[in-house]
């Protein structure tokens, strides 16, 4: 198997998802992908990815009232009406519930990427659970992660958590590796304290700011969730 990763979710070329077989990973460390394995893991239905918030609206407009959580930010900032998507928070009322995602970086990565063979959400909690998924693929495909980012900028925890993924598969597996999916994989291999790294990255530290040490805590949990976050339709389930 061939492994690449995209550094940021801008380099997604969305008629290049289609030729072959491509197997797509969406890793937004902190916080979407991180969330929706989370509230996947305490229960959740389904986690639905919009990518603005009147598609969040329409989606919950088609649900009974009860049934769904509306969740989401815009430049980090809260969206009036909907619950703040981090992980602890918003999995602890997840359970029997569709959460609705609408989200800068990841959930924006996600939509991208509907187009290739399968698609699936990866972070630093469920990085075992899915390479046991990936492994299993044939050796044609091409496993094609793309480090989220933040804004347009490379994003050192999710450049991790690709290099965390890679790890995990390699375990698995003997893969072939572009240069890209290389540097990600030295990026993880040359730091083994993960919380280390997402407290010290730009997005970890705005999270600290904003009184996130929990959720930053939870999303450096390596392994730790058995979740593996396939998104099949419009929504994501385990």
């Known amino acids: 198997m061939n492994i690449h990763v ?4 801008e380099e997604i070329e ?3 998802l289609v030729r072959g077989s491509k197997i797509a990973v969406a890793v937004d460390v902190l916080l979407a992908t991180t969330t929706i394995a989370a509230c996947l893991e305490k229960g959740a239905v389904q986690v639905i990815p919009a990518a603005t918030r009147e598609e969040a609206l329409e989606h919950a ?3 009974p009232a009860d049934s769904y959580i509306l969740a989401g930010e815009e430049q980090a900032r809260p969206i009036e009406g909907f619950v703040y998507p981090g992980p602890v928070h918003l999995a602890a009322g997840a359970q029997g519930k569709t959460v609705i995602l609408v989200t800068t970086n990841g959930t924006a990565a996600l939509r991208k990427l509907q ?3 399968e698609v699936y959400a990866g972070s630093l909690v469920n990085a075992r659970a899915l390479a046991f998924v990936l ?4 050796e044609e495909a091409t496993l094609l992660i793309t480090a989220a980012g933040n804004a347009g900028e490379i994003s050192l925890e999710d450049m991790y958590g690709a290099g965390c993924l890679i790890d995990a598969v390699l375990k698995e597996k003997t893969c072939t590796l572009t240069d890209a999916a290389r540097t990600a994989l030295s990026v993880y291999q040359n730091e083994p304290n993960a919380r280390h790294v997402l407290e010290s990255s730009r997005v970890g ?4 700011a904003y009184n996130m040490e929990e959720d930053l805590e939870y999303a450096s949990t390596v392994n730790s969730s058995t979740a593996v976050c396939r998104y099949i339709n419009t929504g994501i389930s385990n």
């Open 115 to 117: 187009s290739a063979e």
């Open 205 to 208: 530290k705005k999270l600290l």
């Open 61 to 63: 407009a088609s649900l």
């Open 6 to 9: 995209l550094t940021r979710k």
């Open 135 to 138: 492994a299993a693929k044939p």
């Open 14 to 16: 969305e008629a290049q």
